[in-house]
């Protein structure tokens, strides 16, 4: 496996599989209206993973991780939700979803860092799952 995941673009994959299907990760999710793009570069050439819409017309950011999250993670989420509130002021306040490969239990240090954000943020753990089959 350490030989195919130098080669697998997981983030990216992950990205792109949200931004198809952003129902999988949260009921009343939707693609954010008017983007050709599942990403959203900022006005300082910052980039999000995917933006999307809740059912209540929330704007939610969804930054993908492979690994573990780090309190840096965090802080990389929540300037894209400043970001994003700063261009669009008139939106309700974004939320803010991180995805991770890690472990599912969150450190002291990532819910302290989560709860002085001042934002609305879940951590979700994903799992990769591949399965083969005979043909016949």
Not at 56 to 77: A, F, N, Y
């Amino acid at each position: 496996w350490i030989g195919l995941l130098s080669h697998f673009a997981y983030e990216r994959s992950l990205s792109d599989y949200i931004a198809a299907y952003p129902h999988r990760l949260e009921d009343g999710l939707r693609p954010y209206p008017s983007k050709e793009v599942r990403e959203k570069i900022f006005r300082d050439r910052s980039r999000s993973d995917v933006l999307l819409l809740d059912r209540g017309d929330v704007p939610v950011i969804v930054e993908c991780k492979q690994g573990s999250p780090t309190p840096d993670h965090i802080r990389q989420l929540v300037g894209y939700l400043h970001n994003l509130q700063k261009e669009a002021p008139e939106q309700p306040r974004p939320r803010g979803i991180l995805i991770h490969g890690g472990a599912r239990k969150l450190s002291t240090e990532m819910r302290n860092e989560i709860q002085r954000s001042g934002f609305e943020i879940e951590v979700l753990q994903y799992e990769l799952s591949v399965g083969f089959s005979p043909c016949q």
